[in-house]
């Protein structure tokens, strides 16, 4: 239903209040740049509840959400079992700076769908995981080189900021002021989908690679598939190197496909970076990978990483109760089968209206450019009419609709979001992209 037919009216008051006061306490008035609109314009909504696949702002409006808090809620907001499951547990302590079952529980789940994940070592975010695991691989292979990709979002990490996604993508940036020269001096960064680029570089510099770290499917420029074989091939040349293949599938696992990227691609990455789903909303992240790689992190080796709240026990439970439906039978199936839906009737809609559009979709994820041709590369996807996404946003949202803020970010569709919510969707679609076309 719109904000007419519920009969809330239109307007942002609260949101506008709390947000001018968030511009006195926090920095551009929110805790993360992606929740910003700076993309798009107009003023952040605070969100009060939510519940399946709608969220409610403080000015009352209820919203179809394709955030989903930037992927975490497959099943949808507060599912009964990861709201059960977090109860359970708060009731009996809420953490304990010492081991817990849990963390073995999360572990098992997780090796399951992932066996290149012999081992798992449990923190609090997904810069974390990746910082951590850079620091893994450069300890395991004497070497100081990580070769990243154009668009590729890694998290905040200083020597992970060159020409990185997400919210650098989104403000423009090219890295961060703040980071000395030094820290990305290890770090080379080459175009996504450049096979010639990475195999020339490997010739010259082979030797000095320690790792190579990408998304399999890239979500953090908006989603961009990898070329058949790319991936593949890049597991070849870091194999011949002596180079270790890093995963980065903090958006892509349980996303792309329920065993990640690198299933749904047919590789297997030396190490693997895991965020989001398997925290069940709740703050997390993970590394694991090869065993003789992992038994060097601290206390079993010399590589130190530790976390007060790592391995916390209610994300332990939340995330076992998200990864324990997953794998029952047809669950994720059916929400890539939704996803695909919304894609292909986004693809209708926009040819209706006459506009030239790419709908790229992998399992759960899929975004929208305005753009005649394929989007392939950081390139390809800043070309887009990012104009034309403002009107398409803004439209969306006063219809009821709520997008990532910005056209460099995925779209994520959960189990809540039925077949009733989708009809909903195109026809606010229809609507929309006759006003990108003005």
């Given at each position: 239903?719109?904000?007419t037919?519920?009969?809330v009216k239109?307007?942002?008051?609260n949101?506008?209040?709390l947000?001018?006061?968030?511009l006195?306490?926090l920095?551009g008035?929110?805790?993360?740049?992606a929740r910003?609109?700076?993309?798009v314009g107009?003023?952040?909504?605070?969100?009060?509840?939510?519940?399946?696949?709608?969220?409610?702002d403080?000015?009352?409006?209820q919203?179809?959400d394709?955030?989903l808090s930037?992927?975490?809620h497959?099943l949808g907001?507060?599912?009964?079992e990861?709201?059960?499951?977090?109860r359970?547990?708060?009731?009996?302590?809420?953490s304990?700076?010492?081991?817990?079952?849990?963390e073995l529980v999360?572990?098992r789940?997780?090796?399951?769908?992932m066996?290149s994940?012999e081992?798992v070592r449990?923190?609090?975010?997904?810069t974390?995981?990746?910082?951590?695991?850079?620091?893994?691989?450069?300890a395991?292979?004497g070497r100081?080189?990580?070769?990243?990709?154009?668009?590729?979002y890694h998290?905040?990490?200083?020597?992970?900021?060159?020409?990185?996604g997400?919210?650098?993508?989104?403000?423009?940036?090219?890295d961060?002021?703040?980071?000395p020269?030094?820290?990305?001096?290890?770090?080379i960064?080459?175009?996504?989908n450049?096979?010639d680029?990475?195999?020339?570089?490997?010739?010259?510099r082979g030797?000095q690679?320690?790792?190579?770290i990408?998304?399999g499917?890239?979500?953090?420029?908006?989603?961009v598939?990898?070329?058949p074989?790319?991936v593949?091939?890049?597991?070849?040349?870091t194999e011949?190197?002596?180079?270790?293949?890093?995963m980065?599938?903090?958006m892509t696992?349980?996303r792309?496909?329920?065993?990640?990227?690198?299933?749904?691609?047919?590789?297997?990455?030396d190490?693997?970076?895991?965020?989001?789903?398997?925290g069940?909303?709740?703050?997390?992240?993970?590394y694991g990978?090869?065993?003789?790689?992992?038994?060097?992190?601290?206390?079993?080796?010399?590589?130190y990483?530790a976390?007060t709240m790592?391995?916390?026990?209610?994300?332990m439970?939340?995330g076992?109760?998200?990864?324990?439906a997953?794998?029952?039978?047809g669950?994720?199936?059916?929400?890539?089968?939704?996803?695909?839906?919304?894609a292909?009737?986004?693809?209708e809609?926009?040819?209706?209206?006459?506009?030239a559009?790419?709908v790229?979709?992998?399992?759960?994820?899929?975004?929208?450019?305005f753009?005649?041709t394929p989007?392939?590369?950081?390139?390809?996807a800043t070309?887009?009419?990012?104009?034309?996404?403002?009107?398409?946003?803004?439209?969306?949202l006063?219809d009821?609709i709520?997008?990532?803020?910005s056209p460099f970010?995925?779209?994520?569709?959960?189990?809540a979001?039925?077949?009733?919510?989708?009809?909903?969707t195109l026809?606010a679609?229809?609507?929309?992209?006759a006003?990108?076309?003005?």
């Amino acid at each position: 239903m719109t904000a007419t037919e519920t009969g809330v009216k239109s307007s942002t008051r609260n949101s506008e209040r709390l947000f001018a006061e968030a511009l006195e306490l926090l920095p551009g008035g929110v805790d993360s740049p992606a929740r910003a609109f700076k993309a798009v314009g107009g003023t952040p909504r605070f969100i009060e509840s939510g519940r399946g696949a709608f969220i409610t702002d403080v000015d009352g409006r209820q919203y179809v959400d394709y955030v989903l808090s930037f992927g975490p809620h497959i099943l949808g907001h507060a599912p009964d079992e990861v709201v059960d499951a977090i109860r359970a547990v708060a009731a009996r302590g809420v953490s304990f700076g010492a081991p817990v079952e849990g963390e073995l529980v999360l572990a098992r789940d997780i090796r399951a769908a992932m066996p290149s994940m012999e081992m798992v070592r449990f923190v609090n975010s997904g810069t974390e995981a990746v910082m951590s695991a850079l620091r893994l691989a450069r300890a395991f292979t004497g070497r100081d080189v990580v070769v990243k990709f154009e668009g590729h979002y890694h998290g905040h990490a200083d020597q992970m900021l060159a020409r990185a996604g997400s919210g650098v993508a989104t403000l423009g940036l090219p890295d961060s002021p703040g980071v000395p020269a030094s820290a990305a001096a290890h770090t080379i960064t080459v175009p996504f989908n450049d096979l010639d680029a990475v195999t020339r570089l490997f010739r010259t510099r082979g030797d000095q690679i320690a790792a190579v770290i990408l998304e399999g499917v890239s979500g953090n420029m908006g989603v961009v598939p990898s070329m058949p074989g790319f991936v593949r091939e890049l597991r070849a040349l870091t194999e011949r190197a002596g180079a270790l293949l890093i995963m980065d599938e903090v958006m892509t696992g349980f996303r792309a496909h329920h065993g990640g990227a690198q299933a749904l691609l047919g590789v297997t990455p030396d190490l693997t970076t895991l965020g989001k789903v398997i925290g069940g909303g709740l703050p997390v992240g993970a590394y694991g990978g090869r065993r003789d790689i992992m038994s060097l992190v601290a206390p079993a080796g010399p590589v130190y990483q530790a976390g007060t709240m790592s391995g916390n026990p209610l994300t332990m439970a939340a995330g076992h109760a998200v990864l324990a439906a997953l794998r029952e039978p047809g669950r994720w199936d059916r929400i890539a089968a939704t996803t695909a839906t919304l894609a292909e009737g986004l693809r209708e809609s926009a040819t209706r209206a006459g506009i030239a559009v790419q709908v790229p979709q992998v399992g759960t994820m899929l975004s929208v450019f305005f753009s005649p041709t394929p989007v392939v590369d950081l390139a390809s996807a800043t070309r887009s009419a990012t104009e034309s996404f403002k009107k398409f946003f803004h439209a969306m949202l006063d219809d009821g609709i709520y997008l990532p803020p910005s056209p460099f970010e995925s779209w994520f569709v959960s189990e809540a979001h039925d077949a009733a919510v989708i009809e909903r969707t195109l026809r606010a679609a229809d609507r929309a992209f006759a006003t990108a076309r003005m």
